[in-house]
């Protein structure tokens, strides 16, 4: 495996970007409902698609939990394909069966897959129909999470923009800002909060908890992506007149601040009262950080392509807890959105695009990192081999964005370093 | 199209899967999209597996449809044997891939590979798991199985076996694998290969060796054991040996087909006299739903009634191949068989049936909680608790003691059940705290859901069953975990007599007419 790296440079940061068209690990779009149900509790997910997909859905989520979930699979079969049957009969079937079960269900999702997309069947159409039949009373949306078109955090993005044509038309002259892209409550609660003390009242959030409250918006909306992840999302956004607000994302007291920052800078808030704003937030951060620098700084890591947040997680590792970056691999480099995460990288960094698994793992056991993030299926076999690793997944379902968090973000990479010290065995 | 929350089976090309990750030197490559590379988790963070399944997805993605995805499988199949450089090679494709139709196994034959390649046609839209490695592993034996096998192996003079069945992900197959290794071994039988588990590809083809075959699993090794008999007159037992009666009438048939005598067993582990001893009367008719994979609920089902004298009231298996086994075993017990691979059948089913103890898979564990009802596991699916590291088969009799541990442990104690019946009302010791033994996470006692009448055919009104008041109290002054049955017999006996409203009278009417 010696092969020259395909590094060509990246068109605005001139860094060299080594692209790979290989194997990927790497989950597809579906998952993306394993924390999407939870998130928008009135909202449905009916995935069209195989036992493949609903046998993923319960693999990924049934590591975590186990109960009855707004979400299920409706599973095309045989009679389905040989055109046995309707399958946009059996389709209106199941939504049928499905709410009558959960009346309580308002926004239902048909959720495309490879089997649904390369057989064609045309869920737009469907939801048309189905949203006909059932208004006012459920909404019916469809996305495609499929893994032929979409990666992990895709699927989110993929959701989010299926709503973005129903959001109501922004009514007031007054300027809002809109926060895009899915968070914890709490990291909600707290960015709503600082918000409000920097004199930002109108502030909304997308996804919001539920079908019936959703943000409206119009040429007066700015959004901040709180996620990196939403390419799709923000082209739609700004089809509607909204203006994405340029900013780092919120991971760590740099991205923090520098998120508050665009949106202070948008509303013309003065620089002191914006310190005096984030003072203390920003002083508990650092304090927190600092537990787990020893444990930290000068150890080197490397990630593998998992979730889109790779790039800041690595600006922040590397610039506030002074770790070293060997490879920093994601699935896709949003350059325009990632643009000023990506001048805040440090020199000498790999980045990767895309995926090519085993030549991944030869330069990941060639360079030994301290710590390697990767998905699921990798971890334990590199643990293993003696490297230690941390799931990137957790750092999807995971509260981490924000100045509150950002000491829980760092403590997710101490702890295995620290599990592999205490260890004997 | 079928609606499914939650899924029993995977898809065959995980079944496919499980024998590949089982063995030691082949390596599948799996035309299919990147989503599919989730399946590794399953071996990865639920087994515990500490290397990767031996499997490259080819991974294409939507530009690359109708323009190259053969040359990506092509290349993928190329590399994946230069680099691993396995002894066999499985090719196929998963649902997305059938649909699009490249033909693996033509694709991998014209890349002339220097080792056998063995094409796997498993229909994503019609068959699942356990069908799929059935399929593969049968495919490989009818590849692999060398015609003069007998030179290939040291020939003892000891009858000898072949283990068939045990794959990666199977409930318990590696301690199984042990327990009924060392049975053999104390029997005097050699065993001759175990496939697929730690099998390499020139295991198999040693295979024909064997004087007989023992099949382990039969969902997964009894396609394969049936072409073995045609073809090289190989015997395979039937008996699958769960339970301290199973083992002994395996170790009976194992005999036969050996030539042996059949021993005399002085120690069959401590299950028959903690079964027989005092402590476990209060076992006896204990109500038990059992549900699985059919292998192993039928099994169950024999060791419930038989070695801990529980009554079984539901039996039921979510793989359609073996229904008739569980047909038969269910009209044994008098029950009706249950075969669906719904969940929500299952939970309407159990919520009925209002058990004192589920034996079921992960699922019915999920369920259970939901009810309140006590549950161990006994079948796949399961859970990564459910990969132990302690040494727990299911087999043999060490695998007997595992089952009277495992299942008499979620239920409440013989005096404490007692002592609950007595004082109801202890505000610290009640059954609603659930089993002292279980620090309160055992199951706490819930009223069982109220089973909803049918939509379709709507209560009728004439037939419905009244409880007053007074005895609809006194109902409750019923320890939780035989209230269920109380009430049951009570309107049974109240729906045989045509009495529409249940008074204190009928309820001890009732008593008496049962029996505890």
Redesign the interface.
């Known amino acids: 495996m010696t092969a020259p790296l395909d590094i060509s440079p990246a068109s605005c940061t001139q860094r060299p970007i080594l692209r790979e068209r290989g194997q990927r690990e790497v989950f597809c779009g579906l998952t993306g409902i394993v924390w999407l149900h939870r998130k928008m509790q009135d909202a449905f997910f009916l995935i069209v698609g195989s036992r493949t997909c609903a046998h993923l859905m319960q693999s990924a989520a049934g590591v975590m939990i186990f109960a009855e979930p707004r979400f299920a699979t409706a599973i095309i079969e045989e009679r389905d394909l040989a055109g046995m049957a309707d399958a946009n009969e059996e389709l209106d079937k199941t939504v049928k069966r499905l709410l009558a079960r959960r009346p309580d269900i308002k926004l239902l999702f048909l959720v495309g897959s490879c089997p649904s997309e390369v057989i064609k069947l045309d869920l737009s159409r469907a939801a048309a129909r189905l949203s006909k039949a059932y208004a006012p009373k459920v909404r019916i949306l469809n996305y495609s999470g499929s893994g032929i078109e979409t990666t992990f955090t895709q699927g989110e993005d993929a959701c989010l923009a299926s709503m973005v044509p129903e959001l109501p038309a922004e009514a007031s002259p007054e300027p809002s800002l809109l926060v895009v892209g899915a968070l914890a409550d709490v990291v909600e609660d707290q960015f709503k909060r600082l918000f409000e003390q920097l004199g930002i009242d109108r502030v909304r959030f997308f996804p919001s908890g539920s079908a019936d409250d959703l943000p409206a918006v119009g040429p007066n909306t700015r959004f901040l992506l709180a996620q990196p992840f939403l390419g799709d999302t923000a082209r739609l956004l700004e089809g509607r007149g909204a203006k994405r607000l340029p900013a780092l994302f919120p991971l760590g007291v740099e991205g923090t601040a520098g998120f508050f920052k665009a949106a202070a800078d948008a509303w013309n808030i003065d620089a002191d009262k914006f310190d005096s704003v984030i003072e203390m937030p920003r002083a508990r951060a650092e304090k927190a950080l600092e537990r787990y620098r020893d444990a930290l700084a000068g150890k080197s890591i490397f990630f593998f392509p998992d979730s889109q947040l790779e790039v800041p997680l690595a600006r922040f590792l590397s610039r506030e807890i002074g770790m070293t970056l060997t490879e920093v691999g994601t699935p896709y480099l949003h350059m325009e959105h990632l643009d000023r995460e990506l001048t805040l990288m440090p020199d000498g960094v790999r980045l990767s695009e895309g995926q090519d698994v085993d030549k991944q793992l030869d330069r990941c056991r060639a360079e030994r990192p301290d710590i390697s993030v990767c998905g699921l299926g990798l971890a334990n076999p590199l643990e293993a081999e003696g490297l230690t690793t941390k799931w990137a997944i957790e750092l999807v379902f995971t509260p981490i964005q924000g100045f509150e968090q950002a000491g829980d973000l760092a403590e997710l990479f101490a702890r295995p370093m620290n599990r592999r010290m205490r260890l004997a065995v | 199209?079928?609606?499914?929350?939650?899924?029993y089976?995977?898809?065959p090309?995980?079944g496919a899967m499980r024998v590949a990750t089982a063995m030691k030197d082949v390596h599948y490559v799996l035309h299919a999209?990147?989503?599919?590379?989730?399946?590794?988790?399953?071996f990865?963070?639920?087994e515990?597996?500490?290397?990767?399944p031996p499997v490259?997805?080819?991974?294409?993605?939507?530009r690359d449809?109708g323009a190259d995805t053969a040359d990506i499988f092509k290349r993928?199949a190329r590399?994946a044997y230069d680099?691993f450089q396995p002894k066999a090679m499985f090719v196929g494709a998963?649902?997305?891939a059938e649909?699009?139709q490249d033909d693996p196994g033509g694709l991998a034959k014209a890349l002339a590979l220097p080792v056998p390649v063995v094409p796997l046609e498993l229909?994503?839209?019609?068959r699942?798991e356990n069908w799929g490695a059935a399929e593969t592993f049968y495919q490989l034996i009818r590849a692999l199985a060398d015609r003069n096998a007998e030179k290939l192996s040291q020939k003892t003079d000891r009858p000898s076996c072949n283990l068939l069945g045990p794959t990666a992900l199977g409930f318990r197959h590696r301690d199984d694998v042990k327990e009924i290794s060392n049975l053999l071994f104390h029997l005097g039988v050699e065993i001759n290969v175990i496939a697929p588990m730690n099998a390499k590809a020139a295991d198999i083809a040693r295979i024909p060796a064997a004087d007989f075959n023992v099949v382990l699993y039969p969902e997964i090794a009894d396609t394969a054991a049936r072409w073995l008999e045609r073809e090289f007159k190989q015997p395979f037992t039937k008996t699958v040996p769960i339970g301290v009666g199973a083992t002994r009438d395996f170790i009976k048939e194992v005999s036969d087909l050996a030539g042996i005598d059949a021993p005399d067993i002085e120690d069959a582990g401590n299950m028959g006299w903690w079964s027989r001893s005092i402590d476990s009367t209060y076992l006896t008719g204990k109500r038990v739903f059992i549900f699985g994979d059919a292998t192993h609920a039928v099994a169950a089902a024999r060791v419930a009634s038989e070695e801990l004298a529980f009554e079984v009231v539901g039996l039921g298996c979510y793989n359609r191949e073996f229904a008739r086994d569980l047909r038969a075993a269910a009209k044994r017990y008098d029950v009706e068989p249950l075969i669906t691979d719904d969940y929500l059948v299952v939970e309407d089913a159990i919520a009925k049936a209002q058990p004192e103890l589920v034996l079921g898979t992960?699922m019915e564990r999920?369920i259970a909680k939901r009810l309140g009802i006590p549950c161990a596991v006994i079948s796949a699916p399961v859970?990564?608790h459910d990969f132990p590291a302690r040494y727990a088969p299911q087999m043999g009799f060490e695998g007997a003691n595992v089952l009277f541990d495992t299942w008499v442990h979620p239920l409440v104690m013989g005096l404490e059940e007692h002592l609950l019946h007595m004082f109801r009302d202890d505000f610290e010791f009640n059954d609603e705290a659930g089993a002292s033994h279980l620090g309160g996470h055992g199951a706490a006692s819930k009223e069982p859901p109220t089973v909803e009448a049918d939509?379709e055919t709507g209560p009728e009104a004439d037939n419905v069953i009244r409880w007053e008041p007074a005895a609809e109290k006194e109902l409750k002054k019923i320890p939780f975990f035989v209230r269920g049955k109380a009430r049951r017999n009570t309107e049974n006996y109240a729906a045989e007599r045509q009495i529409q409203l249940i008074s204190v009278d009928t309820l001890y009417d009732a008593k008496a007419h049962y029996g505890r």
């Open positions: 199209m079928q609606l499914a929350v939650w899924t089976e995977g898809p090309h995980v999209p990147q989503g599919d590379t989730y399946a590794d988790l399953l990865t963070m639920i515990r597996r500490d290397a990767r490259t997805y080819t991974t294409f993605q939507a449809l993928a590399d680099r998963s649902c997305t649909l699009i229909p994503s839209y019609t699942k992960q999920h859970h990564v939509p």
